[in-house]
C-alpha cells in the first residue's frame, strides 16, 4: 500500500465530499467585497489536484497551482490538458518558493497549513506569500476549526464513504484515536482508503500524516511578525453569514490583505 500523497487520483476520491464550485462562489464574493481591484490571476497553495484552481481557471481567472508532490503536480496538469484549461503547474515548497510572476488572490484550502510544523515554517510561507501578492492582493486560507481539537465533539467526522462514476470509496482520516501531542500540537493522523470500482477491483491507500494543529493566536502571532497581512475577514464556513464562534462553524477561514 502506497502512501496519500503518491495516489492523487485517491486523493481526490477521498476529498469528494466537497463542493468545489460552492466554495469557489464564495471566494470570488469575499474577492469582490474585500479586494480593491478586479481579481484576474490567482495562485492555489499546497493544492494537491488543483481542484479549486482548476474551477477558477474555469472561471477565466490566470491560475497557478503549487505542489511539494511530484505525483500532484503530473496529475494537476493533466487534468488541466484533458479539460482544455490553462493551469501552470509549479513543484516548489510553499514555505519557499519564487516565481515570476504576481497574482492577485493567493489561496490554501483543505487545511494545509496543518503540513507547517513550526512558527518558523509558518512565518517563512506567510513571506514567501506576500512576495507573489500585489499590494492590495489577498490571500485566503481554511483552516480546521479549534472545535475539532477543543470542543467535547468535533466538528467534522473522521469517517465518510464517497459515491462517485461507480466507485465506492470508504475513506478514514484521523479520529480520536490519533491523539494531538500537547507540547508540538502536532497530531500523527492514520489515514486509508479503499476505492471499490464497479469491475470488481479495488485500490487502497493508507498512510500516517503528521498534521499540525494552528489556534487563532498563533496565526495572529505569525502575522503580526511577518508584518506582511492584515485580516481583512474571518468566517467559520463558505458563506458571509457563519462566523467563527458561530456553533455552525466547521472551518477556520481568514481573508488576509497585503500591505
Known amino acids: 500500500m502506497s502512501g496519500i500523497y503518491d495516489e492523487p487520483e485517491l486523493y481526490q476520491l477521498a476529498c469528494a465530499y466537497r463542493d468545489v464550485p460552492t466554495e469557489v462562489t464564495a471566494l470570488l464574493a469575499w474577492c469582490g467585497e474585500h479586494s ?5 490571476s490567482v495562485l492555489e497553495l499546497a493544492a494537491g489536484p488543483a481542484e479549486h484552481a482548476l ?3 474555469r472561471r477565466g481567472l490566470r ?3 503549487l505542489d511539494k508532490s511530484a505525483a500532484m503536480c503530473g496529475f494537476a496538469a493533466a487534468r488541466a490538458q484533458a479539460a482544455g ?3 501552470g503547474v509549479v513543484e516548489a515548497d510553499m514555505r519557499d518558493f519564487k516565481l515570476p510572476d504576481r497574482f492577485d488572490l493567493a ?3 483543505l487545511n494545509s497549513l496543518c503540513h507547517l510544523f513550526t512558527l518558523d515554517d509558518l512565518v517563512a510561507h506567510l513571506a514567501a506569500v506576500a512576495a507573489h501578492l500585489r499590494p492590495g492582493g ?3 486560507a481554511e483552516l480546521a476549526h479549534p472545535a475539532d481539537y477543543f470542543a467535547p465533539v468535533p466538528r467534522t467526522s473522521s469517517e465518510w464513504t464517497i459515491d462517485q462514476e461507480g466507485i465506492r470509496a470508504e475513506v478514514r482520516w484521523g479520529g480520536s484515536q490519533d491523539r494531538i501531542d500537547p507540547v508540538t500540537q502536532i497530531t500523527r493522523e492514520h489515514m486509508s482508503i479503499t476505492a471499490h470500482n464497479a469491475d ?3 485500490r487502497t491507500a493508507s498512510d500516517v500524516v503528521p498534521n499540525r494543529f494552528w489556534t487563532a493566536t498563533e496565526l495572529t502571532a505569525a502575522l503580526r511578525l511577518d508584518g506582511s497581512f492584515t485580516v481583512a475577514a474571518s468566517y467559520g464556513d463558505f458563506d458571509n453569514s457563519t462566523g467563527l464562534a458561530d456553533p455552525t462553524a466547521w472551518r477556520m477561514i481568514l481573508v488576509l490583505r497585503r500591505a
Open 36 to 40: 480593491r481591484e478586479e481579481v484576474q
Open 107 to 109: 489561496i490554501t484550502m
Open 63 to 65: 491560475a497557478t497551482a
Open 85 to 87: 484549461l490553462d493551469l
Open 55 to 57: 474551477e477558477l481557471a
Open 138 to 140: 489577498l490571500y485566503i
Open 200 to 202: 470488481g477491483t479495488v
